[in-house]
T-cell receptor
Framework: EAGVAQSPRYKIIEKRQSVAFWCNPI?????LYWYQQILGQGPKLLIQ????????DSQLPKDRFSAERLKGVDSTLKIQPAKLEDSAVYLC????????????????FGEGSRLTVL | LAKTTQPISMDSYEGQEVNITCSHN???????ITWYQQFPSQGPRFIIQ???TKVTNEVASLFIPADRKSSTLSLPRVSLSDTAVYYC??????????????FGKGTTLSVSS
């Protein structure tokens, strides 16, 4: 079974430039997540999609970050304009379904996209 | 929103059993406990999940006492390849968006030969 695919793996940009990251979840997974992981910290949830609808984007800095999941499959996370503090690894994850009341809501993560803002 | 507390780091030697304890004093009735493992330059990987008592799979065991205010991840006979960061998450999958999806700082396990 193919895993979660992300690209690019590495990106270096100047501050105030824009960048976009792409994620292709595991086939059939309805829920997709974007996390930001700063060096030395745990992943921080930015946004969660159920199919092509947003479930939770409370931690997404909407003045500069945007994300979409067209047709409920692939997703793109965009940063414009980038700041120095956006340097991090951006992780995409997917899960089979949005479960209620517990269950095996296992998240499958991609390898991440490492962003360096100079 | 259950908050978790884990040791920042732990050291061990190959062949030893490692137990990592996570405190979650305000865990809710419907919350599950899930552990993830993360290697450098990789995304986290699901290890094990449980609700109460003991859960065991081919990789680890999870011990949850009756009051569920803590849990212990047990890794039997660790090897160098078990060196990683281990995260404890507490919450409900899906019922309240985001509650089960919060990672803390994790525990960095270092295994030496």
């Amino acid at each position: 079974e193919a895993g979660v695919a992300q690209s690019p793996r590495y990106k270096i940009i100047e501050k105030r430039q824009s960048v976009a990251f792409w994620c292709n979840p595991i086939s059939g997974h309805a829920t997709l997540y974007w996390y930001q992981q700063i060096l030395g910290q745990g992943p921080k949830l930015l946004i969660q999609f159920q199919n092509n609808g947003v479930v939770d984007d409370s931690q997404l800095p909407k003045d500069r970050f945007s994300a979409e999941r067209l047709k409920g499959v692939d997703s793109t996370l965009k940063i414009q304009p980038a700041k120095l503090e956006d340097s991090a690894v951006y992780l995409c994850a997917s899960s089979l379904e949005l479960l209620g009341g517990g269950g095996t809501g296992e998240l499958f993560f991609g390898e991440g996209s490492r962003l360096t803002v100079l | 929103l259950a908050k978790t507390t884990q040791p920042i780091s732990m050291d061990s030697y190959e062949g030893q059993e490692v137990n990592i304890t996570c405190s979650h004093n305000n865990i809710a009735t419907n919350d599950y406990i899930t552990w993830y493992q993360q290697f450098p330059s990789q995304g986290p990987r699901f290890i094990i999940q449980g609700y109460k008592t003991k859960v065991t799979n081919e990789v680890a065991s999870l011990f949850i006492p009756a009051d569920r205010k803590s849990s212990t991840l047990s890794l039997p006979r660790v090897s160098l390849s078990d060196t990683a960061v281990y995260y404890c998450l507490v919450g409900i999958w899906g019922l309240e968006a985001g509650t089960a999806l919060i990672f803390g700082k994790g525990t960095t396990l270092s295994v030496s030969s």
